[in-house]
């Protein structure tokens, strides 16, 4: 019997006791022995839960017990979390973990921590939430130079971003309705300014690169600035509005961001809506690939979360190596990153075409005194030189 | 150094030396060492060719050669790669193929080898080409219990369909254009009657059940008898045609199948298209979770035999387990599946109905002298049974 402590008795830590309890026999034949909880620690405490006998609130227990081998961090929030974490690795325990943001910071220390030690630290919920994309990053796109990763990695802004685009609503009405049905915060800032993609999308650089991407150097615009008008614009192209979280590799080095961007049909992650996430991948000899899924929800990513515990089962003792260097990678700078733009100005079309040349406009039968337009491939940089004579209402880029 | 010998140097062994040749840095930092190929067998001669003096007529060579640590298996088909691989893995040396048919026939004794001799027998490449499928099955999604599979396992087929979907064309017409370029055989009967696709869901269902399904048991229906005047029905309905492998684990047991299908706009495969493969899978706790990709082509399929290569590299000595027995798992009988049935009839509406009861009825403008019909959900044998009274142009399963 492999002993565990869960650390969090929320959403994602009971979801991983449900999870236990339902597959326990399949769970066991794989990970070649049974997973028995022993602690769940918590500030509160769960009078009737079935649990309840194990709910302690003294992380010392946990710390010092020799017969836990594997900790569940599903707490959230970089600190205690990042305290209690490494602590357990020092000790010899195996962590796994669902917190971005603590992974996002540091994940690097960690796993070098769990190679020192020979024992592991998994984290395949912490991006993607059951969508199984670590792992596979880690150990089945080994023969690629991975050249593009490009996620949708958070649901609360593709719930508003498809409901705006099939019912046309504005976004402050679309959030009050995902607010109520639990698909967003009471405080949304997070997920629709791009904040979780952002520290997803920089884990997910840094297993590309095998060096530390800071998340605070990705550029990250959210989708509160999205109107009905950029819908119409957009449905007017043959194009849907994503958030995407997205690196290349280039010449000069890897480019990350995070921002609205307009797809067309094409595009493998053109038809992922509502809650899904979806994560897409370029390999240089693989070409194309992605992974589609639910990238929250608590069973879910309880999913994934266990998932790790029986890898860890399967190697205990047994370092899984993960390359996540500690060493800093330099982003490059965004003014070099290229794309075209979607530009909605208050000028008119004369003034457009002596800034930018030739453009293609975009006409909206609905919408009037402004001029629509799409860019050919520019740096962002050239973009804003552009643009800055220009008056403009928004700018889209556009994949 | 880990020194590995190719069986078969046509498109997927020359493409894994591509593969080796092009990433051979990342590689070996991936695996811990380099990986060279010593030998490489075929039965041809390959003057001028970089790797010319690799090249070997006799597998004896590597049999007995200590020092070859991993056999590539590419020459395709049951005999002789059965016998070479075998040879190998009771020779201790680890095995990858991108072999359907021999993993599908052999891969329960095969499995089992390895894990006496605690070493490896990987198949990633031997479903869905370059999409990493086997490996998560594995080693991501084993928190659950997979439900259903479901996959676009063919792209041959999937080329013909999307190309008769959007451009209105016979099956025959496009089957010709698919041979010239080079995307169907000359003979091209395992891939268009779902012969390919049939053994590849063996393979994936074996894995989900953990017993051997033998592909002969599985119902196998083509796409040659798809025509024009099914697609225009689909459309109608706003639905699409395609070829799907799928498994679904019932009260009575599993239940497999090869057959077109038509998909609405919902479906996660629904917009599949080209030349592309896509595998769904439902977990009882995960959801829905699904993989797209390359299913063929010569360097994403060599990367996923890499990438198996990569994988032995770091489990030399140490067997993956992989549940897979050779006990046989007896599929529930065709008659007892269900679906809904899309059925033109050459009879009359009021036939139909004293026949089916209740049916959608589906117009086709262009389309006269004949009855199109969506059933409820019934089993197959009940569909059998009500149809038999009935003059069946054409029917097909909906999901």
């Known amino acids: 019997m492999i002993k565990i402590a869960i650390l969090g008795y929320g959403t994602i830590g009971s979801g991983v006791v449900e999870v236990l309890n339902t597959n326990s026999e399949s769970i066991a034949k794989r990970a070649g022995d049974g997973i028995e909880v022993k602690y769940i620690l918590d500030l509160r405490d769960f009078p009737g839960d079935p649990m309840e006998d194990k709910v302690i609130h003294d992380y010392d227990v946990i710390a010092n017990d020799p017969e836990v081998e594997v900790v569940v961090e599903a707490m959230g929030g970089v600190e205690p979390a990042y305290t209690f974490v490494k602590r357990a690795l020092l000790a010899g325990k195996n962590v796994t973990t669902s917190n971005k943001a603590l992974v996002a910071k540091h994940g690097a220390e960690l796993i070098a921590i769990a190679k020192e030690q020979n024992i592991n630290f998994l984290f395949e919920a912490s991006v993607g939430g059951g969508i199984p994309i670590i792992r596979p990053l880690n150990s089945s796109l080994t023969a690629d130079e991975i050249e593009e990763i490009t996620g949708i990695l ?3 802004t593709n719930y508003i971003l498809s409901k705006m685009t099939f019912e046309g609503l504005e976004f402050a009405d679309v959030l009050k309705d995902a607010q109520s049905r639990g698909y967003a915060e009471a405080d ?3 997920d629709v300014e791009g904040y979780d993609a952002c520290r997803k999308i920089a884990i997910l650089t840094s297993l590309v690169c095998g060096q530390q991407v800071d998340f605070e150097d990705i550029y990250t615009e959210g989708i509160s600035k999205i109107t009905a008008d950029d819908i119409k614009y957009a449905k007017a192209m043959g194009l849907v509005i994503k958030l995407l979280a997205t690196s290349r590799k280039t010449k000069e ?14 595009h493998p992650l053109y038809s992922v809506n509502d809650v899904f996430n979806a994560i897409f991948v370029h390999g240089n000899v693989l070409g194309d ?14 999913s994934a979360v266990v998932a790790d515990i029986v890898d860890i089962a399967k190697h205990l003792h047994k370092n899984i190596l993960i390359s996540w260097s500690s060493k800093k990678m330099d982003l490059v700078d965004k003014g070099r990153s290229e794309s075209r733009f979607f530009v909605r100005s208050a000028e008119d079309k004369e ?36 643009a800055d004579g220009l008056n ?8």
Do not use: D, H
């Not at 080095?253 to 094409?266: D, E, I, T």
């Open 154 to 156: 958070n649901g609360t």
């Open 188 to 190: 949304p800032t997070a």
């Open 253 to 266: 080095g890897y480019c990350a961001m995070v921002a609205p961007f307009m797809l067309s049909q094409q």
């Open 289 to 302: 690939a992605m992974f589609y899924g639910s990238g929250a929800g608590k069973l879910p990513t309880a």
């Open 351 to 386: 003034k457009v075409q002596s800034l930018f040349g030739e453009v293609e406009f975009v006409e909206v039968p609905q919408i009037s005194g402004e001029v629509g337009f799409l860019t050919g491939k520019m740096s962002e940089e050239e973009f804003e030189k552009k």
């Open 392 to 399: 403009v209402i928004q700018r889209i880029r556009v994949v």
